[in-house]
Every structure is written in C-alpha cells, then in structure tokens.
C-alpha cells in the first residue's frame, strides 16, 4: 500500500467518522449518512489496496 494511497485512505475514514459523529450530535441525519458514506470509501480504498499489494506479493514483484 502506498503511504500517498494509505494516507488518503485514512483521511476519508476520518473524516467521515467526524461528520458521522456530528450529524449524531446534532441530529442531522444527512450529515450523518454522508460522514457513514465518506468512511466507507475510505475503507474500500484501503481493502482494495492491501488486495493490490496481496497480489503483488504473491506475483513476486
């Protein structure tokens, strides 16, 4: 993974958990379900990279 991939990655999820976390706080529910959405990208961005490093391992490269 990356460390630009890695970090961008992080950030989202980050991101996310805070506007989840404010949305809760606040009861603003969009806020909410759009900070749920931006740490799920976030997450997928991370899975899909330790999947491409995985098969890069196994390839030997």
């Known amino acids: 993974m990356s460390a630009k991939n890695k970090a961008k990655a992080k950030a989202e999820q980050a991101k996310g958990r805070l506007k989840e976390t404010t949305g809760?706080?606040?009861?603003?529910?969009?806020?909410?379900?759009?900070?749920?959405?931006?740490?799920?990208?976030?997450?997928?961005?991370?899975?899909?990279d330790k999947g491409r490093d995985a098969l890069k391992r196994k390839r030997g490269r």
Do not use: L, Q
């Open 24 to 48: 809760k706080a606040t009861g603003d529910r969009s806020m909410e379900a759009e900070g749920r959405a931006e740490k799920a990208k976030g997450d997928v961005r991370e899975a899909a």
